[in-house]
């Protein structure tokens, strides 16, 4: 599907859903600016955008209609054979998680930004394009008055809705540590190695779109006018600041983990110390009973008339005054 958008440089709407063959016509025009948005494109749409009217690089092409799993960014400067004007390549990927499914789903939004043109391109629908549609439909002046206004404002709904995965994240954090507390079994396990491997995962997608961000913070491309880049280096900064939240996570699993190997040892511990006790205060019952079970023809006790007693009196005092030792001690 191809959606497309002309507007004026005051950031008004000029015309939408613009043929293919008006665009080359309209990218001519200096005094407007070109939007095109491409979501689960067809092979022959995306030739027909990319290539034949836009002509990018091919290895620019490639890389958005493949799945990339790095974020980069790149600039294109057209040679004397090369028929585009100059712009930026850039891969970003935008995060959703589930608690039920216990993940992070990625979903990557590719940019060929120009002085003139924005051309998004992805394959599932994106909150932050289609927020930002709206938004610029409703002729919001501030935004849609050049690429990398609303490059940036796509950048910063991205971030943004990077938070609600992180709530989601910490609320799921907070019942694993509540049910590690209360003591419940071996399934928490499972739960906690998971957790840290999706926040593991969450830290490999932002760290190189640190990477990345931090190139336009620092004013590295001259397609980002001067006066925007203190906007970017804010969406930097809010991207490090999940990096650094997703590092608190990861702390806080390992630290849920460490309490639930903790408990799971005392357990163990407390179940050999019952199995010990038990088989001491039986030893007494245990010696009395195989002394006497070896039943000796001239063992003077089988013959005296008060022998069973007497066994029977010295294995529970025994087996009471062991008893009576460990609950002195506080061994029980």
Partial sequence: MIRSFAFT???????????????PTL??????????DLENASAEEAKLV???IFHFHPLSIE????????????????KDEDRFSPYLFMVIHAVDYSRKDGVFATSELNFFLGRNFLV?????????VQALEERCLR???????????????LLDALVDNY?????ELALEIAELEQQVVQGSGPQVLNKILQAKKEVMH???????????????????FKLIRAHMVPYYRDVYDGLFRIYELAQTYDDRLTGVLQVYLNLSANRTSEVVKLLTLITVITTPLMLVGTWYGMNFKNMPELEWQYGYLLAFLVTVSTTAVTFWYFKKRHWF
Wanted: aromatic share 6%; glycine share 2%; charged share 25%.
């Fill in 139 to 153: 002729s919001n002046i501030h935004i849609a008055r050049a690429p990398d206004r609303v490059a940036h404002s």
């Fill in 120 to 128: 998004t391109y992805h394959d599932l629908p994106q909150r932050s």
């Fill in 9 to 23: 440089t005051q950031g008004r709407l000029h015309m939408r859903d613009i043929q293919p063959f008006l665009m």
């Fill in 27 to 36: 990218l001519a025009d200096t005094n407007l600016f070109l939007w095109v």
């Fill in 163 to 167: 938070k609600p995965a992180l709530e």
């Fill in 50 to 52: 990319l290539e034949d």
């Fill in 63 to 78: 890389d958005c209609v493949m799945e990339s799993q790095s974020p980069k960014v790149e600039e294109y400067q057209p």
């Fill in 202 to 220: 969450l830290r490999q997608i932002i760290s190189p779109q640190r990477e990345v961000l931090a190139r336009f913070a620092r004013g590295e």
